[in-house]
């Protein structure tokens, strides 16, 4: 069955960076999109952006566009997400999840990976 | 961006009560509309896509309607397992955008 597994939490200091892998498991990993969101209490589900790795292409939300880059490494079925110039704004729950069909729903999410930014 | 508007933001039923969760967006989203129910701690699970269609596995008693701007999940007869947080998601346009959620619990 289709898994996402993510890497561990993460606390990091306000202007730091964060780098959060998600490892896919369960399907052929090139051929459906990743896509990224967050979940804060100040601004709920947030859609930050996706990565296709069959080719490396992304789109990012534009509220996150210059501090978000997704990335992906076929030869070991992971997708990087990584965020930079943290604020406190930044802490909460950071999710994978799989698009099934390319059009933007998410059947499959991994367990999330909770990013604390405190000074 | 689109607004998703959910309501209520919480409910509180009995057993094997139907309970009804509404979703309106602020533009026309087709039927590019999905359903998942969210436990404490947990990842969001897919229940319904395409605004009517049911996720494998998901019990028959989770359904769902609408088009256009108006959507409505419905659990036809509330089970403990129920109990849960549920939230629309549209995709017909990037960014997509999620509604800011049901707390559906017991009375």
């Known amino acids: 069955q289709v898994q996402l597994v993510q890497s561990g939490a993460e606390v990091k200091k306000p202007g730091a960076s964060v780098k959060v892998s998600c490892e896919a498991s369960?399907?052929?990993?090139?051929?459906?999109?990743i896509h990224w969101i967050r979940q804060t209490p100040g601004r709920g589900l947030e859609w930050m952006g996706c990565?296709?790795?069959?080719?490396?292409?992304?789109e990012y939300s534009r509220n996150f566009q210059g501090r978000v880059t997704m990335t992906a490494d076929r030869s070991i079925s992971t997708v990087y997400m990584e965020v930079t110039r943290l604020t406190s704004d930044d802490t909460g729950v950071y999710y994978c999840?799989?698009?099934?069909?390319?059009?933007?729903?998410?059947?499959?999410w991994g367990h999330g990976t909770l990013v604390t930014v405190s000074s | 961006d689109i607004q998703m508007t959910q309501s209520p933001s919480s409910l509180a039923a009995s057993l094997g009560d139907r309970v009804t969760i509404t979703c309106q967006g602020s533009?026309?989203?087709?039927?590019?509309l999905s359903w998942y129910q969210q436990k404490p701690g947990k990842a969001p699970k897919l229940l319904i896509y395409?605004?009517?269609e049911l996720e494998p596995g998901v019990p028959s008693r989770f359904s769902g309607s609408g088009y256009v701007t108006n959507f409505t999940l419905i659990i036809s007869s509330l089970q403990p397992e129920d109990i849960a947080t549920y939230f629309c998601?549209?995709?017909?346009?990037?960014?997509?955008?999620f509604g800011q959620g049901t707390r559906v619990h017991f009375k």
């Open positions: 999840a799989r698009d099934p069909r390319g059009l933007n729903y998410f059947d499959s």
């Open positions: 369960g399907y052929k990993f090139a051929a459906n999109y």
């Open positions: 990565i296709y790795p069959h080719n490396g292409a992304t």
């Open positions: 533009q026309d989203t087709g039927n590019y």
């Open positions: 395409g605004a009517t």
């Open positions: 998601l549209q995709y017909a346009l990037l960014p997509v955008t």
